[in-house]
């Protein structure tokens, strides 16, 4: 039970991590290419010295298609920055974060077409109820013009983005360390994005200290210690339930963007919220026969 509590706790605070993204990545006040460029970079330069060793004995043990594997789980997360990002500059931080967390239905098509795993009906109730607070959520969104449904547009490929990157990381995660898998991965992100900012021609060099500042917090924040807690996560729960949690991203968002930028969700966001909730509870709550594996938790 203690291991338990431990991986429902590391699963709040990975939640909680990342919900600073998106108010993060508005107060940098910076082109959304280098900030998601910036954000992976300078992670993977703080996790470069505790994580080396480890790299150096997950290229020893994995074979050529799991290598590859970790490459392309590395681009596919940059895709995901690259278009989630950048989603935040043509649509509401709500609506993005909303329909960046419909990942976990990506996930569980893909685990049921590759995997041929059985999804408990269960999850798949909980998974219904947060969508259809989703939903209500963003009910009315679509209606605000062009920039506002591409905005939209690029969060849903984010969404798919992330479930490809959470769907390859529970695979590789059962055979190599957390820190051995994390550093090549935030690298290959960081790299992915830096093509896509040279390519579009973008300013990378000259920014406030402010902005400065908030690439370090969302580096250390929503990366390092968000993202590296859902990568650790995923050696001991199946990729949707990690996927599902991260459903309350948007509402950890939504309480921010109060605070930071007055933005007073209305009874439709409330609403949609408590079932956002619900669903996630429904997905995560488990009996005597729980499926989460107890852990031999070493970092």
């Not at 893909?110 to 041929?116: G, P, Q, S, T």
Request: glycine share 6%; with cysteine.
């Amino acid at each position: 039970m203690a291991g338990q509590a431990r991986l429902y706790l590391s699963l709040f605070v990975a939640t909680f991590a990342v919900s600073w993204a998106s108010i993060l990545i508005k107060l940098a006040e910076a082109p959304p290419l280098p900030t998601a460029f910036y954000r992976m970079a300078i992670a993977s330069v703080l996790l470069t010295i505790p994580a080396l060793p480890k790299v150096r004995k997950t290229f020893a043990i994995l074979t050529r298609r799991q290598i590859f594997l970790l490459f392309a789980s590395g681009i596919v997360l940059g895709l995901h920055f690259a278009f989630w990002v950048t989603s935040l500059f043509y649509t509401t931080i709500s609506n993005s974060t909303i329909l960046v967390a419909t990942q976990p239905i990506f996930i569980l098509v893909m685990e049921a077409l590759f995997l041929k795993d059985k999804i408990a009906s269960r999850s798949v109730i909980g998974m219904l109820v947060a969508l259809i607070g989703m939903i209500i959520i963003s009910r009315g969104d679509f209606q605000l013009g062009h920039q506002y449904i591409l905005g939209d547009l690029m969060a849903l490929i984010g969404a798919v983005c992330a479930g490809i990157y959470l769907f390859i990381g529970r695979h590789l995660r059962a055979r190599i360390d957390n820190l051995g898998y994390i550093l090549p991965v935030y690298s290959t992100a960081a790299v992915t994005l830096l093509i896509i900012s040279l390519a579009y021609g973008e300013n990378l060099t000259d920014y406030s200290a402010k902005s400065w500042i908030f690439f370090v917090l969302l580096a250390l924040i929503p990366t390092v210690l968000g993202h590296s807690l859902y990568n650790w996560l995923l050696k001991y729960v199946s990729a949707h339930k990690v996927a599902t949690t991260i459903l309350g991203e948007p509402i950890g968002a939504t309480i921010l963007a109060i605070f930071f930028f007055n933005q007073i969700p209305g009874w439709w966001t409330v609403a949609g919220g408590i079932l956002i909730l619900t669903g996630i509870f429904v997905v995560l709550y488990r009996k005597a026969e729980s499926t989460i594996t107890s852990p031999k938790m070493s970092y």
